[in-house]
């Protein structure tokens, strides 16, 4: 008599909701397209599936919120989605672009970069309950991948203009540095905002529509350069605001 209900309770454990986990299956199979696009030099693409596992990997924790389907399940396999999509690919990706030709530093980078992806979502994973939600400790993963992706991205919209700046022989070397700072910014304690305390539903000044059209017109017009400008302000505000933080104590302990 009692064994269908633990039957049942069985079946459920060992069941996952469809839905969010639809969306993290998209951001793994973007970042696994965005490998195999590099690994057949088409590098555009490569850096375009990167931002779209972004996007994906950006939906799947607020379907399941909204839902009600959040799972340890679903958890662990965003964890292990974005370590492909934010670590793996973007590595493979601007090695094969720009730090192949450096030859063992090359290679050495990448997998830096790619080691401190690993020891990145490690540390979030563990310590998700100890920090602070409104700050992330250290780079994340999504913007770390959207820095290095988003160079290969510009890079190949404005190949001819880099080309009569001759800027292009200094790629290579500006690629090897943005991975390199991109890697170990991840694994830094510089306090990044996670946008988690940020209320939609606040009134804001009329002036800020205006600011947000702009805004909206300048992205439509060069999607790449936005983006790109908007990740590269990301990863340096942590360590901004580290020093914002160190002089503020210093203030504070400056006796009056």
């Not at 799947?60 to 009600?68: E, K, L, N, Q, Y």
């Not at 389907?69 to 690919?89: I, K, N, P, R, W």
């Not at 993963?141 to 001759?166: M, T």
């Not at 936005?226 to 203030?251: D, P, Q, V």
Request: net charge positive.
């Amino acid at each position: 008599m009692h064994s269908l209900p633990k039957r049942a309770m069985n079946l459920r454990r060992q069941s996952i909701y469809l839905l969010p986990n639809l969306f993290t299956l998209g951001a793994l199979f973007c970042g696994f397209y965005a490998i195999v696009a590099a690994m057949n030099e088409r590098f555009e693409p490569a850096a375009l599936a990167i931002f779209f596992a972004m996007v994906l990997d950006g939906l799947d924790g607020r379907v399941a919120r909204m839902t009600h389907t959040s799972s340890e399940f679903g958890a662990q396999f965003d964890s292990l989605s974005d370590m492909v999509s934010f670590g793996v690919a973007p590595a493979l990706v601007v090695y094969e672009w720009g730090l192949r030709g450096f030859g063992k530093l090359g290679w050495m980078v990448a997998f830096i970069y790619c080691a401190c992806a690993a020891l990145r979502l490690a540390r979030f994973n563990t310590n998700i309950e100890l920090v602070d939600k409104r700050w992330f400790q250290g780079l994340p993963s999504p913007s770390a991948a959207a820095l290095v992706a988003g160079l290969v991205w510009i890079c190949l919209e404005y190949k001819v203009e880099l080309s009569e700046l001759a800027l292009a022989r200094w790629i290579p070397h500006v690629a090897l540095a943005f991975t390199l700072y991109a890697g170990l910014t991840m694994v830094s304690n510089a306090p990044f905002w996670s946008f988690k305390e940020f209320n939609m539903r606040k009134t804001v000044p009329f002036v800020v529509m205006l600011l947000a059209v702009l805004v909206l017109l300048i992205g439509v017009s060069h999607p790449p350069m936005m983006l790109f400008s908007f990740f590269i302000c990301y990863a340096a505000s942590g360590y901004l605001m580290l020093i914002w933080r160190y002089f503020k104590s210093r203030k504070d302990e400056t006796p009056k």
